[in-house]
């Protein structure tokens, strides 16, 4: 994400004719403000761009996000909240479709006074309350258990390499949620280490206050590196949670809405053939009504074509999802593989970074404790 931004913020003027069209987003300096259910924490939203459509090459806004009294606000969770949204409103910024959204201009440029009177719109995607929100995160997560677990029976398609899709998409999720809890296991871990180390570093410097001579200096410097080692394990289980869990976490629901799309796209299937099978039976009474001369002919017809032009809409509405389906697939696959190895070298690099840092912080300590040691 860096690297696009470094490279989106080039020398050319963001309105030469030669610059290439971009679209880049910073969330910086997240502060709390308000008390209790009250409380929210507003960022500073900075877009740089060339697109025509927006008000500037640079635009900076205030933008507002509730948070949950339960954490605290703590400055990790802070920083926490202010990168998932980073990456979330960069991701949309990015997407050839989803970045000429006039919902996405409006919240990277809307003063406060326009965002507060769309939130209370009628209308839009502002509407929404969280209570809303929430119902319709349970009514997709339905559909999509309905569909794994077999409560509803749908026609299914029959394409192998959908299968295929499908079957590595819940084998990904359960074993980027298994990586996720393992990593979270590895944060947990390295700040359990980190705190053990400096409450031992503490009681070995104060032996060494009452020890004296050799024996206490031995201590002191005993103490003095473990509270050393224990600041870089604080340091290095902040680094495994931001660049290493926190990505695991992200992908863990990207794949859910992914999910979430498989249920939506078997609905349609399943709606486009009930109506297909609809309108062969309506086909069948119209030419029974026709042959038999009935009254009621033109009433059929009538429901004839109101069932066909249902049935091209679906037919289209399937065909939609199935596209952009494959599609987005497609780009999810590129990111997921970039984004994975970034994390995955990062953690590695981590690891290797602080085993080094414990080794040298022991190995220079020994010629010191071995003159305290018997011959």
């Not at 990456?87 to 910024?93: C, E, G, K, L, T």
Request: glycine letters at 4%; charged letters at 30%.
């Amino acid at each position: 994400m860096e690297q696009q931004r470094s490279i989106s913020g080039s020398s050319l003027s963001p309105r030469s004719p030669s610059s290439q069209p971009f679209l880049s987003v910073s969330v910086t300096d997240p502060v709390k403000l308000g008390n209790g259910v009250q409380a929210y924490i507003s960022y500073r939203v900075i877009t740089k761009t060339n697109f025509p459509e927006y008000q500037g090459p640079e635009k900076i806004v205030i933008r507002q996000k509730s948070a949950v009294e339960k954490f605290r606000f703590s400055a990790e969770f802070i920083e926490m909240r202010r990168q998932a949204l980073d990456v979330f409103v960069n991701r949309i910024a990015s997407h050839h479709e989803l970045q000429q959204s006039e919902d996405l201009r409006t919240f990277l440029q809307a003063d406060e006074e326009t965002m507060e009177r769309l939130r209370f719109h009628e209308t839009g995607i502002f509407k929404k309350k969280p209570s809303d929100l929430m119902q319709i995160f349970k009514d997709v997560q339905s559909k999509v258990s309905d569909v794994v677990l077999g409560k509803e029976k749908p026609v299914e398609e029959s394409n192998p390499e959908y299968e295929k899709l499908k079957h590595y998409i819940f084998e990904l999720e359960n074993h980027l949620t298994e990586a996720q809890k393992q990593a979270y296991r590895l944060v947990k871990r390295h700040r359990e280490l980190g705190q053990s180390l400096s409450d031992f570093g503490k009681a070995a410097k104060l032996l060494g206050a009452c020890e004296g001579n050799d024996l206490g200096k031995a201590f002191s410097e005993l103490g003095a590196k473990s509270e050393a080692l224990s600041f870089k394990l604080q340091k290095e289980a902040h680094q495994l949670l931001m660049n290493f869990e926190e990505p695991l976490k992200d992908y863990v629901r990207a794949v859910q809405s992914i999910k979430a799309t498989i249920a939506e796209r078997a609905n349609a299937f399943r709606q486009q053939c009930e109506l297909a099978e609809t309108i062969k039976l309506k086909e069948i009474n119209l030419d029974k009504l026709m042959l038999t001369r009935s009254d009621k002919v033109g009433e059929a017809e009538l429901e004839y074509k109101e069932l066909k032009a249902d049935s091209e809409e679906a037919t289209r509405r399937f065909d939609t999802i199935v596209r952009l389906m494959n599609e987005e697939i497609v780009r999810f696959q590129d990111q997921k593989t970039i984004d994975m190895g970034v994390a995955f070298h990062e953690f590695a690099k981590g690891q290797a970074r602080l085993a080094n840092s414990v080794a040298d912080a022991w190995r220079s300590l020994l010629p010191k404790l071995e003159t305290c040691s018997p011959a």
